[in-house]
């Protein structure tokens, strides 16, 4: 709020609240000063509205800080459910890609453009048995986009049928000796996190080449 506006204000509030009226002139000045150093950035109808709020539970009369606190609080709940929208300069130009963000997160908080919400909240939710199914494959998105290439899917794909086919036949490991169809273990009995030995696969793969 620009200290011009402050008399104004306070002029308006004095009608509701006779005792914010100073009848001295130096008093005024220095009231004047007070409150536009404390309301430095505060937009008049807010000030306005935040004293009336005051107002209705309190008695007492309203100060600056009272106006500001409610400016601060409000002001940080309206960045708190905003997320920075990529800007629109160049990224490598990183003055620039700052002033863009800090200039519109400065506007968020001033009220003049509504947050952004983050983009995982729109569009319907995803079910959790879609989500499950897509587990070490090619989890699905709601823009089609895929987490996994193509290219690398069947790779992995591949790889998979290797790792399940290797299980036909037991493990040559002789602390472990699991039968085909078993996942290999580690000797102190506990599975093995890999599933299977590398001699397990190994054999298989001999197997395959004497067949």
């Avoid at 506006?5 to 306070?10: A, E, S």
């Avoid at 308006?12 to 009848?23: F, G, I, Q, S």
């Avoid at 807010?46 to 601060?72: C, G, K, N």
Wanted: aromatic share 6%.
């Amino acid at each position: 709020m620009t200290p011009d506006l402050i008399p104004r204000l306070i002029a308006e509030l004095a009608l509701a609240d006779p005792r914010l009226r100073k009848d001295d002139d130096a008093e005024r000045r220095a009231q004047s000063l007070l409150w536009a150093a404390a309301l430095t950035g505060v937009p008049y109808d807010f000030a306005l509205r935040a004293a009336r709020e005051h107002y209705r539970t309190s008695p007492w009369s309203v100060m600056p800080a009272d106006i500001a606190t409610r400016w601060d609080t409000w002001s940080r709940a309206r960045l708190a459910r905003h997320t920075d929208p990529t800007p629109a300069v160049d990224p490598d130009r990183s003055g620039a890609w700052c002033r863009e963000l800090g200039a519109t997160r400065r506007a968020v908080a001033a009220g003049e453009v509504e947050p952004t919400p983050a983009a995982i909240a729109e569009g319907p939710p995803l079910a959790v048995a879609e989500l499950v199914a897509g587990i070490g494959r090619t989890p699905p998105t709601r823009d089609g986009a895929q987490y996994i290439p193509a290219a690398a899917g069947q790779v992995l794909a591949a790889f998979r049928a290797v790792r399940r086919a290797e299980w036909t036949i037991g493990c040559p490991v002789p602390a472990c000796r699991a039968r085909p169809g078993d996942p290999c273990t580690r000797p102190s009995g506990g599975r093995l996190s890999t599933g299977s030995h590398p001699s397990r696969l190994d054999a298989w793969l001999v197997q395959q080449a004497t067949a």
